[in-house]
């Protein structure tokens, strides 16, 4: 079986590498060919996710070259395509803040009773050994760049729920250990999207939408997703599993990295005044902290950690950005004291205290209420501008 080699260039560590792949973006591109697997994708997650830059950051950088680019100074119109995608990541924060942990169970029921979904990921999805093209070279890509394409993502995911019968949130806790960009309210809430537990009906896929978006190597004729919807949607509704589902395996599998709950690297453990008054570098606001915010710090929260494991290849990308706005890391195993500030991203939720740090910057006022599906959140954010 191979075994993932070493690191990917692709999506460097750095802020350099960050903004490179910023001043890249082609948003008319994007909505053209963002459904394919080789289209103009920003490939900004992991960046966006890490807080290397906000949404409002990310927009307004997009709209500048747009405007510059334009023959009469034009910006993106509000409903771009673009924007609305962003505006996706909005949405499932704004649900986990209503939500909180209850973004981890199902939203509502879905297309069958909970009891009828394995709680185990099959080890034959985890090592690309199903003979189905598309699972086995995403699970590869995934493990050996820390990355996969939407689509990708939503085929791994309609594979894993609705034809082997695995709970989404198997599936989810998987990805989101090996993702560069995992995001446990995009992660969490998309699986739930897919799986009709946070929709009104279960995402499928067949070979022949493989082929219209993926590389000849992803397509999957003769393998169990070569079937018409109606046949994928009697499966998704029926207490039917597939065991063995795909064409003989054809190559080796790969092995899955380890998911570590701590550093895989020597950090010294933060002690009693370690941390008051200072400006905490996390994983979520890998940013250069503004002017004057007094001494800095990078912290790793155990207690997030403890919860969350993370593959070799995210601890050393987070740590390496960490490294560009910080002389001093430290691993946390208590809680930050009241003197320490940061980032009140949502997934330190636990650990800090209630109120402590500065809120997200958002691209949108909040809309108020829970909006109950992406389309009444975009309608409401769009009427607020
Ligand atoms: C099963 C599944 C799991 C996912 N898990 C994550 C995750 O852990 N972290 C994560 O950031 N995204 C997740 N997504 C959403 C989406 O797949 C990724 O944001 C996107 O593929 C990242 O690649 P990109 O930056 O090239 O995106 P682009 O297509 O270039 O989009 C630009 C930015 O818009 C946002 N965005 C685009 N599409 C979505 C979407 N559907 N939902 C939320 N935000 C979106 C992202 O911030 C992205 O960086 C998941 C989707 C699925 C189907």
């Known amino acids: 079986m191979n075994t993932v080699v070493e690191p990917l260039t692709v999506l460097e560590p750095s802020s350099s590498a960050a903004l490179g792949r910023l001043q890249a973006v082609r948003a008319h591109d994007y909505a053209r060919s963002r459904n394919h697997l080789e289209g103009a994708v920003t490939r900004l997650s992991p960046y966006i996710t890490h807080g290397v830059f906000t949404l409002p950051q990310v927009l307004d950088s997009v709209q500048a070259a747009e405007r510059a680019r334009d023959s009469k100074g034009r910006a993106l119109a509000p409903d771009h395509k673009f924007i609305n995608e962003l505006a996706w990541r909005e949405y499932f924060h704004h649900v986990w803040q209503h939500e909180g942990k209850g973004i981890f169970a199902s939203l509502h029921e879905g297309p069958m009773p909970e009891s009828t979904y394995a709680r185990v990921l099959p080890d034959d999805i985890r090592q690309a050994r199903t003979g189905v093209p598309v699972i086995d070279e995403a699970v590869r890509e995934l493990y050996t760049t820390g990355y996969l394409h939407n689509h990708a993502r939503m085929w791994m995911a309609s594979y894993v729920v609705h034809l082997r019968k695995v709970h989404w949130r198997a599936g989810a806790d998987w990805m989101y250990g090996h993702l560069l960009d995992g995001d ?202």
């Open 184 to 385: 446990l309210a995009s992660n969490h809430l998309t699986w739930q999207w897919v799986a009709g537990t946070g929709s009104h009906k279960p995402y499928l896929f067949n070979a022949g939408n493989v082929e219209k978006f993926a590389p000849s190597a992803w397509h999957s004729r003769g393998s169990v997703v070569d079937a018409s919807y109606e046949a994928l949607e009697d499966i998704a509704r029926s207490g039917k599993r597939l065991e063995r589902p795909g064409r003989a395996p054809e190559g080796a599998g790969i092995e899955e990295p380890a998911l570590l709950q701590r550093p895989p690297f020597e950090l010294p453990t933060a002690r009693a005044g370690d941390l008051d008054g200072a400006w905490l570098v996390h994983p979520w606001n890998l940013r250069a902290p503004d002017a004057a915010q007094g001494p800095v710090v990078g912290v790793f929260a155990a207690a997030f950690h403890s919860r969350w494991a993370w593959s070799e290849r995210r601890w050393r990308w987070a740590l390496a950005l960490m490294r560009e706005h910080t002389d001093r890391i430290v691993w946390c195993e208590g809680t930050p004291p009241p003197s320490a500030r940061t980032v009140a991203d949502p997934h330190l939720r636990a650990w800090l205290l209630p109120g402590q740090g500065e809120p997200v910057p958002r691209l949108f006022a909040d809309p108020g209420r829970r909006c109950r599906s992406f389309s009444q959140f975009w309608t409401r954010v769009q009427e607020a501008r």
